[in-house]
């Protein structure tokens, strides 16, 4: 479009694979349509570091003309979901993506798009879908939507979702860029934001994850559902400090590459405990509980993780692995690093420290299949969203999530901006949601952000980590609104520059952090059982009972806790 409209048809939040499907449905149902992004788009985003597998029943990918498990069907897709999540799924939104994706993938196809098919994969009872690279996904994703005509604004940090009567009218944020806080007005909005991760101090993504989205919805008068679920994935490296986080133990093994062995400090493989069938090859949900147990229970390695080991395997299964893998070189490039140093010291037959890491947002804005928040112009889709996964998610179901829920919310943003126009420019908590942007800055004194990251990231990993007891969730509860009294207020900008102000950016994610952790306390406090990601080392015990989402909303100015039973539309919970 040569020419910016004074107020765009559809404003997608976010430019990884769910907001930039989402763009382009959008534009493809006529709507003017732009992309605002945190940051570089196709630089920034869970997108480009997944592992980039897209889930799709066998039956389906035959359909499309591909080879593949005939035998594996969307019941088969359902019922390896649902029962992945522990049935605290929302089987609405299941069906939805299992009935859908095979549409998408089509669509991936016509485009031209390179990819394989999966192997099978933990949880799964068929090698099910394709896999193309994180990376790849993005670079053609992003280069479709250019086509198309959606546009774009990078460096844009939203904070405010605008309001008037109720209805979203647009999105107040920083353009980093320059310094200035501006408004952008549109028919509808699509928060396409990503997860949450980015509060814990161990994780897989990427720093800009810190949960503005689900932020700037319940503040809007959305729900948040299941906020205590969040998914680690196993065997991300504890140490050395410059590594820490890295998915390459995973990568290499136990489960995606060659089968090594998780051990305790006294050499045993505790898993046996755990799973003693599939051993490493359980769900990311157990082994992220089993590493985490042993850590608690004093069994962890110096840094606090457990030991990972290759050593029962010839060095040349090890030195072969590249020959077939899909995401690392010949010479041990992976994602950027070089990974030589660690792997001739796994061939030395040393064990390395291994840790769970905060990898996917189970829980989210509330939504239905429609991609409806229950906010007027207010629609949200992918990591976003939460109660798709329930209690744990499969590989290669974020990808199946995003393509799917992406086109739902994009033509559902079109139609309702046809159907709901804003009448001018103007929202009626502009101010407020200016002076709540733009305190930070004007403070020259106080406390610096990044040294509130820090207690933040803390509270995230020992009160919401993949093990968990009501002292250390009552502990974190009373610690956060301390801080929410004491520091918050007082968050302040060491430099007067408005260019590029790390301490300003740093600032507005701490405060979507004290909404994310907030919300995900009370969730926690209130599922006093395990299931899932949501382990309590005080209640180990199977549960049987009922199950129930968290329901988080703001009552006044708090958040608060209610539930709501889970449905079972299309399978019974046993």
């Given amino acids: 479009m040569s020419e910016s409209p004074s107020v765009w048809d559809v404003i997608v939040l976010g430019g990884g694979a769910a907001g930039l499907v989402a763009a382009f449905h959008a534009r493809q149902a006529g709507a003017s349509v732009l992309v605002v992004n945190k940051g570089l788009v196709g630089r920034s985003g869970a997108t480009i570091t997944s592992g980039g597998g897209v889930s799709i029943a066998g039956e389906s ?44 993938v089509g669509r991936l196809v016509d485009w031209g798009i390179k990819f394989t098919l999966n192997r099978r994969a933990p949880g799964h009872s068929s090698g099910r879908g394709i896999h193309i690279s994180g990376v790849d996904m993005q670079r053609a994703l992003t280069r479709i939507a250019v086509q198309a005509g959606v546009s774009f604004r990078e ?19 920083l353009d980093r860029r320059t310094g200035s806080v501006d408004s952008i007005f549109g028919h509808a909005t699509v928060i396409a934001t990503g997860g949450a991760t980015s509060n814990w101090s161990l994780r897989t993504a990427p720093e800009e994850l810190s949960g503005e989205g689900q932020r700037m919805a319940v503040e809007a008068g959305a729900t948040l559902i299941d906020m205590e679920m969040t998914q680690f994935l196993p065997c991300c490296l504890a140490a050395p400090a410059i590594w820490r986080g890295l998915q390459f133990p995973w990568i290499l093994g136990p489960q995606s590459g060659v089968h090594a062995w998780l051990m305790n400090r006294f050499g045993e493989r505790f898993m046996a405990r755990w799973d003693p069938a599939r051993m490493e090859l359980a769900t990311r949900d157990m082994v992220s509980a089993a590493c985490a147990t042993e850590v608690y229970e004093g069994r962890g390695s110096p840094n606090g993780g457990v030991y990972l080991s290759w050593k029962h395997l010839p060095n040349d299964i090890i030195d072969n692995f590249p020959l077939n893998s899909r995401n690392i070189s010949a010479d041990w490039q992976w994602e950027g690093f070089d990974m030589t140093p660690l792997v001739e010291r796994i061939k030395q037959g040393y064990a390395i420290e291994v840790a769970p890491a905060a990898h996917f947002s ?24 939460g109660a798709m996964h329930g209690a744990n998610r499969l590989s290669g179901n974020a990808g199946a999530q995003v393509l799917v829920q992406g086109r739902v919310a994009g033509v559902a943003a079109a139609r309702d901006a046809r159907d709901r126009r804003a009448r001018d420019r103007h929202a009626e908590n502009l101010g407020s949601a200016y002076a709540t942007t733009i305190a930070p800055f004007e403070r020259d004194s106080g406390v610096v952000p990044f040294e509130l990251k820090e207690p933040l990231s803390q509270l995230a990993e020992t009160a919401l980590g993949p093990v968990r007891t009501a002292e250390s969730i009552a502990k974190a509860q009373a610690t956060l609104a301390d801080l929410k009294d004491n520091a918050l207020p007082q968050l302040a900008c060491r430099t007067r520059d408005l260019m590029w102000n790390r301490d300003w950016s740093d600032a507005l994610e701490c ?39 968290s329901l988080i909303r703001y009552d006044g100015q708090a958040l608060v806790r209610d539930t709501t039973p889970v449905a079972f539309p299309f399978l019974a919970r046993p």
């Fill in 511 to 549: 405060q979507a952090a004290f909404s994310v952790l907030d919300a995900a306390l009370l969730g926690a406090a209130g599922r006093t059982h395990s299931i899932g990601a949501h382990q309590r080392h005080d209640h180990k015990d199977a549960y049987a009972g009922p199950l129930s989402h």
């Fill in 61 to 104: 990918l035959r359909a499309l003309g591909l080879d593949a498990d005939a035998s594996d069907t969307e019941e088969r897709f359902l019922h390896d979901t649902i029962t992945a999540g522990s049935w605290l799924n929302d089987q609405q939104l299941v069906e939805s993506m299992v009935t859908g994706v095979g549409e998408e």
């Fill in 155 to 173: 460096d844009f940090q939203s904070t405010q979702l605008l309001q008037r009567q109720g209805e979203v009218v647009g999105v107040l944020g």
């Fill in 362 to 385: 189970l829980g989210g804005v509330r939504v239905d299949k429609g991609a409806n928040t229950g906010v007027p112009g207010l629609f949200a889709c992918g990591e976003a969203t």
